[in-house]
């Protein structure tokens, strides 16, 4: 009879897997600091905490009238340069190479000026850089930021995607795979929960002896944190 129920025991052992116990804490999937390349002043802010923004949209421009002034100037000059480079394509044949050289080389210098002065100005607007929301604002109409500061206007975090990062003892590397399924609870919140390890850090914390590993969710507010157990496959 014993030995029954120890062969019995063997075979749930190896057919759930080893539970190993782990905290986590909710984090965003994708959040980033954004701020301006340029120097400047806070011309305008289009967004505020909470705002939902979608890849590519303005968050704030800097004050650049005179960066617009420059390139309708480069803009004019290369409307007359063309117009000057058609007429002697016309009579490439007939004229001095050296000459027809000459405008080309102001043709394609046209070109590029005004190619460098919409890069300029395109660094005077700061845009979202994927689809999320807005977790913090850190200039003001009238702020003067520089490239060299590196102050960040704007933090934000992808909107509904959300990773546990889960920690454990680190005696279990060996066992812990991706794939791996953990089931847990939040804190304060009795409903269960379960996923599938996606990535598993490869190094342990020196101080507290952990490995972390990632379980991707969804609609949970980032700062939340629980335990569970991870079903491992041995």
Known sequence: ??????????????????????????????????????????????????????????????????????????????????KDYDRQVKVKNIIDKAKFDKYENIYENAKAQVIYQKAILNKTILRAPFDAIITSKNIESGDLVTAQQGKNAFELQNINERKLILQFDQKYHKIVKVGDTYSYKIDGDTSPYSGKIVKIYPYADTKTRKIKAEVHTSNMIVGLFGDGYITTQE
Not at 12 to 25: C, E, M, P, Q
Not at 34 to 58: H, L, M, P, Q
């Open 1 to 82: 009879m014993k030995k029954i129920i120890l062969i019995n025991l063997i075979l749930v052992i190896s057919l759930f897997g080893k539970s190993i116990y782990a905290t986590f804490d909710v984090t965003a999937q994708k959040s980033a600091h954004v701020a301006f390349s340029n120097s400047g002043i806070i011309n305008e802010i289009f967004v505020d905490i909470g705002s939902r923004v979608t890849k590519g949209d303005k968050l704030a421009t800097l004050n650049n009238n005179d960066v617009k002034a420059m390139l309708h100037i480069h803009e004019t000059s290369l409307k007359y340069a063309k």
